[in-house]
Each structure stands twice: as structure tokens, then as C-alpha cells.
């Protein structure tokens, strides 16, 4: 019931707030504690529904942008200079970015069914690009979230960018780690956990993934035969 009032409150209040900017957005049901003036939520030709976002920092921005369709999504920032982008995706995507002038940036025409982020670090980022589909649970993560060291301080495990190419179909509990760019047109099968770079046209499988099949692509829409 009081998470319900939130939404309600939240859903009028946001038609008011000076750090949410709206331009032929359809809000329904949505929950933000934005923080520092500085901060920004701006929803411009999109849908957002039953969503929640949060901003701890400084000069943070989430944007929801032309025909981007999100619902059930939850995106939390912590830190100052960040930037989460959702340019025309759609689906349900749970976002949890801590670091400085870090981004995730999601382009047109992708579709999660239910994914999984984790951006850290400084000038980090999660590239997602065009024509995508991933299907449930699956994780996408540049890094480790807790510093490992040898004996004199040093760190031994930096934070990395993911790059995933267009046209990219990820299989349910997939698992995408730091450092990894995957090529177009690549397929990456049911519970795979990719650590290393997937090149283009690729279908890969297995824990560690690795190529299984290449010269292919995919389609759309279910299967016919």
C-alpha cells in the first residue's frame, strides 16, 4: 500500500519538479528521489511505466528518449558526472551505476525481456547498440564491484567497458563480463558467461563462453520449422 501511495504521489509530482523534464512522455506510476539540484530525469517521446529512479551525487542525468518504452525498470545512480541513456530500447532492465563520469547508453530498437546491469568505476560505460534482444535474466557486468590487490596495494582488477555490437540475441541467464565487446549479428546461447570478445556473425556457448558456430545470423519473430 505505501509503495502504491509513492507511485501516486510521485507520478503527479513529477509534472512539477524542476530536475524532471518532460516532452510528450506518457508517466505511469513512477517513483524518483533525484537528490542534488544538479541532477536530471528527462523523459522526451517515451513511456515509462511502474519505473523507479534514484540519484545520490552530483551532475547525474537519466534520460528516456524517442520511443523508448520502459516498464518495471529501475535505475539507480551513485556518484557524480554519470549518465544512463535509454534511446528508443524497451522492456524491463534493473540499472545500478556507482562511479564518476561513468554511462550506459542503450540504442533503438533493443528489447530486454528482464536484464541486469552493473556499471562501477571512473569514465566506465555499458554500450548496448542498435536492433538487440535479450531474453530473461540476463547480466551484464564491467565490473568486479570489490577491489582485489596484490601484497603492496596494487590493484589487480580494473573495472572495464562492454561494447555490444547490433543485432545481438542473448540467451536467458546469459552472462556478459568486463572487457568483452561482442561483433554484430552474434548470438549468445542460454547461460553462457562471456568473458573474452565475441567477433561478428558469431554464435557462442558454454562456462567460459566460446565460439561455437560462425557465418550465421538471426531472425526475428519464432521459429517456423
Not at 156 to 173: A, D, M, R
Request: hydrophobic share 40%; net charge positive; aromatic share 8%.
Amino acid at each position: 500500500m505505501k509503495t502504491n501511495i509513492q507511485y501516486v504521489l510521485w507520478t503527479i509530482l513529477c509534472h512539477f519538479c524542476t530536475q524532471v523534464n518532460l516532452m510528450k512522455a506518457k508517466v505511469k506510476w513512477i517513483i524518483c528521489h533525484l537528490g542534488d539540484a544538479s541532477n536530471l530525469l528527462r523523459i522526451h517521446k517515451s513511456s515509462v511505466t511502474k519505473c523507479k529512479f534514484s540519484i545520490q551525487g552530483k551532475n547525474n542525468v537519466i534520460e528516456v528518449k524517442d520511443g523508448a518504452d520502459m516498464i518495471y525498470t529501475s535505475v539507480q545512480i551513485d556518484g557524480d558526472g554519470n549518465k544512463v541513456i535509454l534511446d528508443g530500447c524497451r522492456g524491463i532492465l534493473n540499472i545500478t551505476l556507482r562511479g564518476k563520469n561513468c554511462i550506459i547508453h542503450i540504442h533503438k530498437r533493443s528489447s530486454f525481456e528482464d536484464a541486469y546491469m552493473v556499471c562501477m568505476g571512473t569514465s566506465n560505460s555499458i554500450t548496448i547498440g542498435e536492433n538487440c534482444m535479450f531474453s530473461g535474466k540476463v547480466e551484464f557486468w564491467n565490473s568486479d564491484t570489490h577491489l582485489i590487490t596484490n601484497f603492496e596495494g596494487k590493484p589487480l582488477n580494473p573495472s572495464k567497458p562492454i561494447v555490444i555490437g547490433n543485432h545481438i540475441w542473448g540467451g536467458k541467464y546469459a552472462k556478459v563480463l568486463k572487457g568483452v565487446t561482442i561483433g554484430d549479428n552474434s548470438i549468445i546461447g542460454m547461460g553462457a558467461i562471456v568473458t573474452h570478445d565475441v567477433p561478428a556473425n558469431s554464435i557462442v556457448a558454454g562456462n567460459p563462453a566460446k565460439v561455437v558456430k560462425t557465418g550465421g545470423t538471426w531472425h526475428h519473430g519464432f521459429i517456423e520449422i
